[in-house]
């Protein structure tokens, strides 16, 4: 199977290359093969069974503990027993859908707007972020009356029909929307010695003229805030500005992808485009959103959902059930009384600049770029500095076996994508640091 997708291919298992896989993990493959079929995808050349989470903490079939340097899913750390509470409190009571009033609901819909700027007053409930960022979408096509959409080159939004394809990120099998533009990722050495804020809404406008000539016209810029699929691009801070001011000029829409960035992670800011001191015209969250209960949302300016809620009736059957409602409640709750935005703003400083010491010291290490705890790390060619995949894979390999799980990002594929629970502490910052020094020992002595 040739590597197609750098988000589902490149750090994936492969049945042809499974010499020295224990026979139990090899026997369960082939049966989640035979029953699930082959659209699935596994982690690591040698597959982990995990069984149990706690905090930022895996454990696998045989007791083993890892790492967890990769899931922003368990937001709040695996097995939070806050969230667990509140979801076993609210099955035992209810659950059904919001053709029903549910208190619940509506004060979480009140208290998450209340951490978005004033110009953000509607929520609307899903289950994934996939959902979420399709609604965005129509939205946005509604409320311009027009269809083209500008994503990044990399991007990954979700796997509905819509949104898989304003997907690059899926690969070469994905067919991408003709009305669809992209636009390169934010890395300044692209820009050269162009100021990349203007360099950046240059590109964006370019693409936007391109769409009207097409004839499609431009409704919205898709874009996660760091660009984690692109490579992880948060730097500096505010150079969003100009571009989010070129797509309001166009008329068109800024839907702000908040899916990796969003919910405290980038420890400075609650959501990503807060870093960048733009308002957004819709917000899309999902992942980190219920702790690994199926909860999503997209949030509006009211004037821009108009057009779209005051046509269509929307529903979806699980989307703010009260149940997932609870679970995203006790997310809220508990990142602000544990101080994890704090904690990911501290613990993500010295994560980074303990990794750009370590970089000082190996030539495979390229640049070190993130915002709390939201880091990727460049693996290169130490006889070019060119973009060394195989080297960055090796070393995804060697840090699993040193029971660190993490993965890989960016058009290339070399990009250590480092995004663990926001309880990650400083001893599992020490520990992530001191396996990624033997690792680069291991693979480029």
């Not at 990399?154 to 992209?182: C, D, I």
Request: hydrophobic share 45%.
């Amino acid at each position: 199977m040739a590597t197609r997708s750098t988000i589902m291919d490149t750090n994936s298992f492969r049945p042809e290359a499974a010499e020295g896989v224990a026979p139990e993990i090899l026997a369960m493959t082939r049966r989640r093969a035979r029953l699930l079929g082959p659209a699935y995808r596994l982690f690591y050349r040698d597959p982990v069974h995990l069984v149990r989470g706690e905090g930022a903490h895996l454990f696998d079939a045989d007791g083993e503990r890892y790492l967890d340097v990769y899931n922003n899913v368990a937001s709040v750390g695996h097995g939070h027993p806050r969230v667990v509470e509140a979801v076993h409190r609210q099955m035992t009571t209810l659950n059904t859908h919001t053709r029903y009033l549910h208190e619940a609901v509506l004060d979480y819909a009140e208290d998450l707007l209340g951490t978005m700027p004033a110009q953000i007053g509607r929520l609307m409930l899903l289950c994934t972020g996939s959902e979420a960022n399709d609604l965005a979408v129509r939205v946005a096509q509604a409320h311009t009356g027009r269809r083209g959409v500008i994503v990044t080159a990399e991007a990954y939004h979700g796997n509905t029909a819509v949104v898989s394809q304003l997907s690059p990120a899926l690969g070469s099998a994905q067919p991408l929307a003709p009305w669809m533009r992209t636009v390169p990722e934010p890395d300044p050495r692209l820009a050269g010695s162009e100021d990349l804020a203007g360099w950046y809404a240059a590109q964006v406008s370019a693409q936007i003229a391109d769409l009207e000539r097409s004839g499609f016209g431009f409704a919205a810029f898709l874009a996660d805030s760091i660009f984690s699929s692109d490579g992880v691009f948060p730097d500096p801070a505010g150079f969003l500005a100009p571009t989010v001011d070129a797509v309001h000029s166009a008329g068109g829409v800024f839907v702000a992808d908040e899916v990796q960035p969003g919910f405290a992670r980038t420890g400075s800011a609650f959501w990503g485009f807060e870093r960048h001191g733009v308002v957004p015209d819709v917000v899309t969250t999902g992942k980190p959103m219920g702790n690994g209960i199926p909860v999503s949302g997209m949030a509006a300016r009211p004037e821009v959902l108009a057009s779209f809620a005051g046509e269509l009736p929307y529903f979806n059957t699980f989307g703010g059930n009260p149940v997932s409602v609870a679970a995203a409640q006790a997310v809220l709750d508990v990142i602000r009384e544990e101080g994890l935005q704090q904690n990911a703003d501290l613990v993500g400083a010295v994560l980074l600049s303990e990794l750009r010491s370590l970089a000082a010291e190996h030539e495979v290490v390229g640049q070190v770029r993130g915002a709390g705890l939201y880091l990727g790390l460049e693996v290169v060619s130490p006889d070019d500095g060119a973009p060394d995949r195989d080297r960055a894979l090796d070393l995804v390999e060697e840090l699993r076996r040193r029971r660190v799980l993490t993965s890989v990002c960016g058009g290339q594929g070399n990009v250590l994508k480092l995004r663990p629970p926001l309880v990650f502490s400083p001893s599992d910052a020490e520990w992530l640091v001191t396996a990624l020094a033997g690792a680069l020992t291991t693979v480029a002595p």
